[in-house]
């Protein structure tokens, strides 16, 4: 019987990462297009403002309601598969959109809202499915290896995105076609991958259900709560500037989509090159330890982009970025593994999504509102003016917040010296090296 279920959950995870991969060639297609899309269908930068916000508030309202649709409906492997055919069916119609007649724009928000929608639907099913196929001490050094690897194929099909816009630079109608087009065929196979998953029973127990407002009021008291704040605060400050570095780089600087897409995976590429040590010190040190780190590391990004526009130094600057967010994000999810219980762990990780997805919603909202209206002060561009707005917002919530919430597993003792060269970047260069010298000798 073991053996069995052993067999079983080995087999759930091969399905799974088959999903990742057509997954994150989706991803690699539109993560970083969505914006150039929208302004060769001619959108204004409050419009760039709603394509990033209005998705986000539609995902928050989703994720809400997701944990108890799903112990009404506790078939997580359906659940997931059908939200992700969907998703499928949104990235085909997009493809089209630019051969419509008329105003395209709000059409466009609208698709782009119902696809993240279905997407954050289902994005607390699969945590908590995955939680519960993964062994939990291997949290941090599987999602960090499957995050390295799904990221090459993200970051090569972002290339290949980046080369089909340069290769029909004459028709970039045409080229904005094929890269949705593929899109949608890549997420209808990973929907397919996903079914084949083995449903693992869900663990309700209805005297620990709890609702949003529940959740919220035991701010005071709960660790946990104080956690979704902090992250929630970060991504706020963060998105009030996240969708006008496109923009920045498109319309003000005037930069090629190749130039655009070389500095865009810079940030994927150091990512996936840091990854391995943000798990690793996270099982180690502790995921609240390491995101803390990492997140002293944030407000520095928006602060940055003002000094030059040289791609090079840009290039720089988003690998940085991407070491940064790697393990902010890594460990963000792993703390949350270690900190719900699987009875209550889609229930929280609803909730906390949905707390995000509005902190998202008003900082896009409000970040298009000010692209339009902040002065350039002494900079080249009125935009460097919301980073500059971005980066002081998230050093406020580091000074406020950083400390409020704790770790919640027993972990090893870290000296600041240690602490420090983490800060510095000097043991991700240490454990690359090492993971270099491991592969090599193999």
């Not at 394509?51 to 997701?66: D, R, V, Y």
């Not at 798990?279 to 180690?284: C, E, I, K, T, V």
């Not at 919301?386 to 917002?393: R, V």
């Amino acid at each position: 019987m073991a053996e069995r279920i052993i067999e079983e959950r080995r087999e759930s995870l091969r399905n799974s990462f088959f999903d990742g991969l057509f997954a994150s060639i989706n991803l690699g297609f539109t993560q970083n297009y969505l914006t150039p899309f929208a302004l060769l269908l001619g959108a204004n930068s409050f419009q760039i403002g709603l394509i990033s916000s209005f998705p986000q508030l539609a995902s928050s309202l989703t994720q809400i309601i997701s944990p108890d649709l799903i112990e009404r409906w506790p078939k997580r492997v359906k659940f997931i598969s059908y939200a992700v055919f969907l998703q499928a069916f949104l990235w085909l119609l997009i493809s089209f959109l630019p051969f419509l007649p008329g105003e395209k724009i709000f059409l466009y928000i609208l698709l782009l809202t119902l696809n993240t929608s279905f997407g954050s639907a289902a994005t607390p099913v699969w945590q908590s499915l995955m939680s519960d196929t993964v062994e939990k001490e291997r949290y941090g050094a599987y999602f960090a290896w499957r995050g390295r690897v799904l990221g090459f194929v993200t970051l090569i099909a972002n290339f290949t995105a980046g080369f089909l816009l340069f290769l029909f630079a004459d028709e970039k109608v045409f080229g904005f076609f094929l890269l949705f087009f593929i899109s949608a065929i890549t997420r209808a196979i990973s929907g397919y991958f996903i079914s084949r998953m083995v449903e693992i029973p869900l663990r309700v127990v209805p005297e620990r259900r709890f609702s949003y407002f529940g959740f919220i009021k035991r701010l005071p008291e709960s660790n946990f709560v104080k956690f979704t704040l902090f992250v929630s605060l970060m991504n706020f400050a963060t998105f009030i500037a996240a969708p006008f570095f496109s923009v920045y780089m498109l319309r003000d600087l005037k930069f090629a989509y190749s130039t655009y897409t070389l500095i865009t995976t810079s940030s994927t590429l150091a990512s996936l090159l840091t990854l391995p040590f943000w798990g690793r010190y996270g099982d180690r040190y502790g995921n609240a330890r390491m995101l803390k780190v990492s997140a002293l590391l944030i407000p520095l990004i928006p602060l940055l982009w003002l000094i030059s526009a040289n791609p090079i130094f840009l290039i720089l600057i988003n690998a940085f970025a991407g070491y940064a967010w790697s393990g902010f994000n890594l460990c963000a999810v792993n703390f949350i593994f270690d900190a719900a219980s699987p009875e209550v762990r889609t229930r929280c990780l609803g909730y906390f999504n949905f707390t995000n997805g509005i902190a998202l919603f008003f900082g896009g909202l409000i970040g298009g509102y000010l692209a339009g209206r902040v002065p350039s002060l002494f900079f080249r561009s009125p935009l460097l003016t919301l980073f500059l707005i971005s980066g002081i917002l998230r050093l406020l919530t580091n000074l406020f917040l950083l400390k409020r919430f704790r770790e919640v597993r027993g972990v090893e003792p870290i000296e600041g010296k240690e602490l420090l060269s983490v800060v510095l970047g000097l043991k991700p260069v240490l454990s690359l090296s090492e993971d270099l010298l491991f592969w090599k000798k193999r």
